[in-house]
């Protein structure tokens, strides 16, 4: 499965990599007059891509801190409230900063042609894309339980010799019909614990490739600024939610490190394409305004899936989380702080 969707996430990465290069300057739309200060948004956007790199990778090793600090391991109530601020981030992040922006470039005056001014497009690809994410999430949890309750024949060896100790008299049934049903529910945990980190990271791929392009491409270095700032921000509480999930997946160290990796470059991957074709992509160009509208709409409506369904209800709704009022009111607040933040970013990136 793991290795299914790393090639699923590469071949993503590259489609939409490889997509504003099809939108070269064909229209210039009142692109308006930006001061242009090409040294030093290079010099900027450098800085951004350490910046970013160094956060993101932070922010998904902290989880990992639990064997060598207790308070961190996933089965602290800390683990859950810093969990509640990071899906706070992402949540807060597709509502209040994609979503908007997809409205604004589908909704662009360039876009005279075609149906974009006449139905809510933005809104549209983002509940498609929700339920998309849906669809992909149960099929893909229910596929993989199946399978693996083929393929624990200790579990079965457990059912055959309590029915035959029962069938002479033994009292040894009970037992062990614990032991398989705690097998079975551990073994179904884990699965959906693995499917939510890697559709989880395969929904922030979209969106990091479309902001680091957009990044990478501009040449405002006053534009600039508030971006490097709110990017390292957004990926190192980002990269902690991820984190935390694949911590909760007991991958092997060497998927955890490249999912780790993965998650980490991406963004600053997406601002070396962005100053590659920085002289040749025009932004207002209606295969550009359609390209990151449509992806970024799409991108909205998987974290917001991803976030409330997957992050924020799985961890709400556990046993231990609801038999614990204080609990609940850490990570209530902690869920508001953390989408507070990053919607504060909104007046400055």
């Known amino acids: 499965m793991a290795a ?25 739309c009142e692109a308006g007059e930006e001061e242009h200060d090409k040294a030093g948004a290079l010099k900027l956007k450098i800085i951004a891509i350490f910046c970013i790199l160094v956060a993101s990778a932070a922010g998904c090793a902290i989880p990992s801190l639990g064997r060598k600090f207790p308070a961190l391991s996933p089965d602290k109530d800390l683990f859950f409230a810093i969990k509640a601020f990071a899906a706070g981030v992402i949540l807060a992040t597709a509502f209040v900063h994609i979503l908007p922006e997809a409205f604004e470039r589908l909704g662009s005056p360039c876009l005279v042609d075609g149906p974009w001014q006449k139905f809510p497009f933005a809104g549209f690809v983002a509940m498609l894309a929700a339920i998309a994410t ?14 693996h309750a083929k393929n624990t024949p200790a579990a079965v060896g457990y059912v055959e010799a309590s029915d035959s100790e029962q ?25 959906r614990h693995r499917v939510i980190s ?36 957004h990926q190192f509480f980002e990269g902690i939610g991820l984190g935390g999930c694949i911590v909760q997946a007991r991958f092997r160290l060497k998927s955890v490190l490249m999912m780790a990796l993965f998650f980490s470059l991406t963004l600053p991957v997406g601002v070396v ?11 207002n160009s ?22 409330l369904v997957d992050l924020l209800a799985e961890d709400f709704m ?22 507070a933040l990053m919607s504060m970013l909104a007046v400055w990136a």
Do not use: W
Request: hydrophobic share 50%.
């Open 318 to 339: 556990n046993p231990r989380v609801q038999n614990n009022g204080r609990l609940q009111v850490i990570i209530n607040i902690s869920l508001l702080v953390g989408t």
């Open 273 to 283: 394409i962005g100053i590659g074709i920085s002289s040749a992509y025009d932004e």
């Open 167 to 191: 069938a002479h008299g033994g009292h040894s049934h009970g037992v062990s019909a614990v032991i398989v049903s705690s097998f079975s529910d551990d073994g179904a945990k884990l699965i």
């Open 286 to 307: 209606p295969r550009a305004l359609i390209v990151e509208g449509l992806l970024s709409a799409a991108a909205a409506g998987i974290l917001n899936y991803m976030a």
């Open 134 to 147: 849906l669809i992909v999430d149960t099929i893909a949890t229910g596929y993989f339980q199946r399978a």
């Open 4 to 28: 299914n969707l790393k090639l699923a996430a590469l071949c993503l990465l590259l489609f939409v990599s490889s997509l504003p290069l099809l939108a070269r300057a064909e229209c210039e």
């Open 198 to 233: 890697q559709v989880l990271e395969l929904g922030i791929i979209v969106h990091s490739v479309i902001i680091g392009m957009s990044l990478g491409a501009s040449e405002n270095a006053s534009t600039i600024k508030p971006l490097v700032v709110a990017l390292t921000f």
